[in-house]
């Protein structure tokens, strides 16, 4: 795996497709393709200018993570899609407490990893709006000096709260089907227990934390 590929995948490490799923309350108006294209310019280059210091301590690292990807993200949206139709069986508990595990998996995971990368940069090629829903795909480039260049789209969807980043396309895989996929092999291994994936979850928050 290049480094630009893991890379994005750490601005990201989750999202969705849009298409055909509605969940939660209604959106707000749909993005414009040039706000969406600024906003995912600014988002990325913050991650890249303020979290790539080797100089960060941990907790520094997961303070500036977790306010980026609050700020970028529409995590309870994602959370509701990566769950897929085990959202719909898991108890209010369960549904409370895999929106908090996925989160602190996220940071915990992925907020030290910045102090590997060193002199990306980030390129937007286009951005088109796509779908019913009126998201903006927003096409970039992501380069390191000597590497190539990984094609990285960011859907970014207009919500109540404002423009929210939705899904990350890697190099034309979407990081929120991937973890889908993921997370519905551990819940049908298990005889369609949903405790079963909060009970991995617990295990992998804990061995971040404690590493």
């Known amino acids: 795996m290049?480094?630009?590929?893991?890379?994005?995948r750490a601005l990201v490490v989750c999202g969705l497709l849009s298409f055909g799923l509605s969940w939660g309350a209604p959106d707000a108006a749909a993005a414009?393709?040039?706000?969406?294209?600024?906003?995912?310019?600014?988002?990325?280059?913050?991650?890249?200018?303020?979290?790539?210091?080797?100089s960060?301590?941990?907790?520094?690292?997961?303070?500036?993570?977790?306010a980026l990807f609050r700020d970028g993200f529409d995590l309870p949206w994602i959370s509701r899609f990566v769950l897929a139709r085990y959202?719909?069986?898991?108890?209010?508990?369960?549904?409370?407490?895999?929106?908090?595990?996925?989160?602190?998996?996220?940071?915990?995971?992925?907020?030290?990893?910045?102090?590997?990368?060193?002199?990306?940069?980030?390129?937007?090629?286009?951005?088109q709006p796509r779908g019913?829903?009126?998201?903006?795909?927003?096409?970039?480039e992501i380069r390191r000096p000597g590497g190539p260049a990984v094609g990285v789209e960011w859907?970014?969807?207009?919500?109540?709260?404002g423009l929210k980043i939705i899904d990350i396309i890697v190099e034309q895989v979407s990081m929120g089907v991937t973890q889908r996929q993921e997370f519905a092999s551990v819940?049908?291994?298990?005889?369609?227990?949903?405790?079963?994936?909060?009970?991995?979850?617990?295990?992998?928050?804990?061995s971040a934390t404690t590493g």
Request: net charge positive.
């Open 32 to 54: 414009d393709p040039a706000a969406a294209a600024a906003f995912v310019e600014r988002l990325g280059n913050q991650a890249i200018e303020t979290l790539a210091k080797p």
């Open 132 to 140: 019913r829903r009126g998201d903006v795909f927003v096409d970039t």
């Open 56 to 66: 960060l301590g941990p907790d520094e690292a997961k303070r500036r993570f977790r």
């Open 187 to 206: 819940i049908q291994r298990q005889g369609g227990r949903v405790e079963a994936l909060l009970e991995l979850l617990r295990g992998k928050v804990g």
């Open 87 to 127: 959202w719909r069986v898991a108890t209010a508990a369960q549904r409370a407490e895999f929106v908090d595990l996925f989160e602190k998996l996220i940071i915990e995971t992925y907020s030290l990893r910045f102090s590997e990368y060193s002199g990306e940069t980030m390129r937007i090629v286009s951005a």
């Open 2 to 8: 290049t480094v630009g590929v893991r890379l994005a």
């Open 155 to 161: 859907v970014v969807r207009g919500t109540r709260d």
